[in-house]
């Protein structure tokens, strides 16, 4: 019996040393009779000392003692850093903790930290974090975020309006953009006015009679004598003179080139063709070829993912054909979608009251709604921005009787070449009286 | 490699005079201790691999009588005898510093 349990033992070694010694070892037992637990004794330690010591299992067993501990230290990295991207108002991050969430895995820093910080005790904050209608950002801080994913950020937006005007400039002014942002690409220059563009945003001392052409001379008549557009000109201008040369940020004029003095019939007009093609030009060559990142203010039709009002390309597409992946699409909410959730979503994110939202869509609820042609909103953004309810969303008109007649003369002369009526007059109200 | 651990000192003393097999180790063990150090087969042959991996000890050739099947034999080999030389040197080194310690310390407490 205690011979066999010996046997066993012997058994148990690692083939190498059993082959070698075990009859040895079986011969000097039955020698010495196996009186005692000496012998037991000294097989089990020479067992344990076999496997462990000789085997090279050690090396396995230490291998996957320092795989987990680099499994640890990286799992806590990720956490820190999803929580560290979720106060900084990255949209993505709170989607991968939901994501994680959802499919049990552990990420307990931050659900307790920083989804519900305050809300725990209630237990309330998580039914509400669950029911939101998309995932919330600060709008400044989101775009920011967006910024550092995708190297051309483009806010689709409906011209002219005061809130967007006020928040172009909150963006540009925020330290963090300057540093993730070089170019801004507008709709309401033309390429030919580049060079008058980069003097006046380089700060040289211009007369506003010359500096007005960047926005008066673009293909579209009048349309931007809204004083948003000069303000967010002055306010770059005015931000690039704390930078250093090589960080200042750059606009570029997107729209078609164009000379008015020849432009004389309709025809003419038209021949100046799609400025989608223009404005994705520039992105593609002075933005992506460069390796820079932009934000591109443009007009909602110019933006949508899904192509233009007519289903035809329009800057977005004509820029994710050529380089797939590098836009992110903003839409202005300005239909109030955000409306009746909005002061839970501030509450819940402990946003400033008034704060802009960036609310990223993909895979929520909101993102599944349907426009008036049945498309998800998904499909034609990545986000919406809210900077308030409809009826805040008013338009800046430029001062009355600010249009001098000169420039009025010209722009009846435009208008009825593009439209063939003095529509432009209509539209820019007192102004032109 | 210096200093020996009780074990391979042992086996390395043993194996000081002649070629012997596992149990003959063993038993010349027990028989310098004075039955003193009681060596396991298992301490025996996990040591005696380690000598001869560091080439203090190698098998001899398989030598069997007509009664018993043939047995391996250890060899001491001659890296094996210059290190057991260095290390009794340190031994008596320490045997003499105890010494010289313990005669002090008689002195000391006699006085």
Same mark, same amino acid.
């Given at each position: 019996?205690?011979?066999?349990?010996?046997?066993?033992?012997?058994?148990? *070694?690692?083939?190498?040393?059993?082959?070698?010694?075990?009859?040895?070892?079986?011969?000097?037992?039955?020698?010495?009779?196996?009186?005692?637990?000496? =012998?037991?004794?000294?097989?089990?330690?020479?067992?344990?000392?076999?496997?462990?010591?000789?085997?090279?299992? #050690?090396?396995?067993?230490?291998?996957?003692?320092?795989?987990?501990?680099?499994?640890?230290? /990286? /799992?806590?990295?990720?956490?820190?850093?999803?929580?560290?991207?979720?106060?900084?108002?990255?949209?993505?991050?709170?989607?991968?903790?939901?994501?994680?969430?959802?499919?049990?895995?552990?990420?307990?820093?931050?659900?307790?930290?920083?989804?519900? $910080?305050?809300?725990?005790?209630?237990?309330?904050?998580?039914?509400?974090?669950?029911?939101? =209608?998309?995932?919330?950002?600060?709008?400044?801080?989101?775009?920011?975020?967006?910024?550092?994913?995708?190297?051309?950020?483009?806010?689709?937006?409906?011209?002219?309006?005061?809130?967007?005007?006020?928040?172009?400039?909150?963006?540009?002014?925020? @330290?963090?953009?300057?540093?993730?942002?070089?170019?801004?690409?507008?709709? !309401?220059?033309?390429?030919?006015?580049? $060079?008058? &563009?980069?003097?006046?945003?380089?700060?040289?001392?211009?007369?506003?009679?010359?500096?007005?052409?960047?926005?008066?001379?673009?293909?579209?008549?009048?349309? /931007?004598?809204?004083?948003?557009?000069?303000? /967010?000109?002055?306010?770059?201008?005015?931000? %690039?003179?704390?930078?250093? =040369?090589?960080?200042?940020?750059?606009?570029?004029?997107?729209?078609?080139?164009?000379? #008015?003095?020849?432009?004389?019939? *309709?025809?003419?007009?038209?021949?100046?063709?799609?400025?989608?093609?223009?404005?994705?030009?520039?992105?593609?060559?002075?933005?992506?070829?460069?390796?820079?990142?932009?934000?591109?203010?443009?007009?909602?039709?110019?933006?949508?993912?899904?192509?233009?009002?007519?289903?035809?390309?329009?800057?977005?597409?004509?820029?994710?054909?050529?380089?797939?992946?590098?836009?992110?699409?903003?839409?202005?909410?300005?239909?109030?979608?955000?409306?009746?959730?909005?002061?839970?979503?501030?509450?819940?994110?402990?946003?400033? @009251? %008034?704060?802009?939202?960036?609310?990223?869509?993909?895979?929520?609820?909101?993102?599944?709604? $349907?426009?008036? *042609?049945?498309? $998800?909103?998904?499909?034609?953004?990545?986000?919406?921005?809210?900077?308030?309810?409809?009826?805040?969303?008013?338009? +800046? !008109?430029?001062?009355?009787?600010? &249009?001098?007649?000169?420039?009025?003369?010209?722009?009846?002369?435009?208008?009825?070449?593009? #439209?063939?009526?003095?529509?432009?007059?209509?539209?820019?109200?007192?102004?032109?009286? | 490699?210096?200093?020996?651990?009780?074990?391979?000192? *042992?086996?390395?003393?043993?194996?000081?005079?002649?070629?012997?097999?596992?149990?003959?180790?063993?038993?010349?063990?027990?028989?310098?201790?004075?039955?003193?150090?009681?060596?396991?087969?298992?301490?025996?042959?996990?040591?005696?691999?380690?000598?001869?991996?560091?080439?203090?000890?190698?098998?001899?050739? &398989?030598?069997?009588?007509?009664?018993?099947?043939?047995?391996?034999?250890?060899?001491?080999?001659?890296?094996?005898?210059?290190?057991?030389?260095?290390? &009794?040197?340190?031994?008596?080194?320490?045997?003499?510093?105890?010494?010289?310690?313990?005669?002090? +310390?008689?002195?000391?407490? +006699?006085?």
């Amino acid at each position: 019996m205690k011979r066999t349990f010996y046997k066993c033992l012997l058994w148990l *070694h690692p083939a190498g040393f059993r082959e070698r010694y075990a009859d040895e070892m079986l011969w000097i037992f039955d020698e010495t009779g196996g009186q005692g637990l000496g =012998p037991f004794t000294d097989v089990l330690i020479s067992l344990l000392r076999q496997w462990i010591l000789h085997s090279g299992v #050690w090396r396995i067993a230490f291998g996957a003692f320092l795989s987990c501990l680099l499994l640890t230290g /990286w /799992w806590h990295f990720q956490e820190a850093a999803l929580a560290s991207a979720l106060r900084r108002g990255n949209p993505g991050a709170l989607k991968e903790i939901k994501h994680r969430h959802s499919s049990g895995m552990p990420c307990a820093t931050i659900s307790g930290d920083v989804i519900q $910080p305050a809300e725990t005790e209630t237990g309330r904050a998580r039914s509400q974090a669950d029911t939101q =209608p998309c995932d919330v950002a600060d709008g400044i801080q989101g775009i920011v975020a967006a910024s550092q994913h995708h190297p051309v950020v483009m806010i689709g937006e409906v011209h002219w309006l005061g809130p967007a005007g006020e928040f172009y400039v909150r963006l540009i002014r925020d @330290q963090k953009f300057q540093e993730t942002v070089e170019d801004i690409v507008v709709e !309401f220059a033309s390429r030919n006015n580049q $060079p008058l &563009l980069d003097r006046y945003i380089a700060g040289e001392d211009l007369p506003i009679e010359e500096v007005r052409h960047i926005w008066r001379d673009t293909t579209k008549v009048a349309s /931007w004598e809204s004083p948003i557009y000069a303000q /967010w000109l002055a306010a770059i201008r005015d931000v %690039n003179k704390g930078l250093p =040369p090589n960080r200042r940020l750059r606009v570029l004029a997107g729209d078609t080139a164009v000379d #008015w003095r020849s432009i004389h019939t *309709h025809a003419d007009w038209e021949a100046l063709g799609d400025n989608n093609v223009s404005f994705a030009e520039v992105i593609v060559n002075e933005v992506l070829r460069r390796g820079h990142r932009a934000l591109v203010v443009l007009g909602t039709n110019h933006v949508t993912k899904s192509g233009d009002r007519n289903g035809a390309q329009d800057t977005t597409t004509r820029v994710e054909s050529r380089y797939p992946g590098s836009t992110y699409v903003v839409l202005l909410d300005n239909r109030g979608l955000l409306q009746p959730p909005v002061q839970e979503l501030v509450r819940l994110h402990r946003l400033p @009251q %008034n704060a802009a939202i960036l609310c990223e869509l993909a895979g929520t609820p909101l993102g599944d709604f $349907p426009d008036h *042609h049945a498309t $998800p909103l998904t499909s034609k953004a990545d986000a919406l921005l809210y900077l308030g309810p409809p009826e805040t969303l008013t338009r +800046a !008109f430029p001062p009355a009787g600010s &249009l001098e007649p000169t420039y009025m003369k010209e722009v009846d002369r435009r208008s009825m070449i593009e #439209w063939g009526e003095l529509r432009d007059r209509n539209f820019l109200g007192a102004a032109a009286q | 490699m210096l200093p020996l651990s009780p074990a391979a000192l *042992h086996i390395l003393l043993a194996l000081a005079g002649e070629d012997r097999h596992g149990y003959g180790i063993i038993k010349e063990v027990a028989r310098q201790s004075e039955g003193h150090y009681k060596l396991g087969s298992g301490t025996l042959y996990d040591n005696l691999q380690k000598l001869m991996d560091r080439g203090l000890v190698r098998e001899a050739t &398989l030598r069997s009588s007509k009664a018993d099947p043939p047995r391996r034999y250890y060899r001491l080999m001659e890296f094996g005898r210059r290190v057991l030389e260095a290390d &009794l040197v340190r031994l008596k080194t320490v045997l003499r510093e105890a010494r010289l310690y313990l005669r002090t +310390a008689e002195s000391g407490k +006699a006085s």
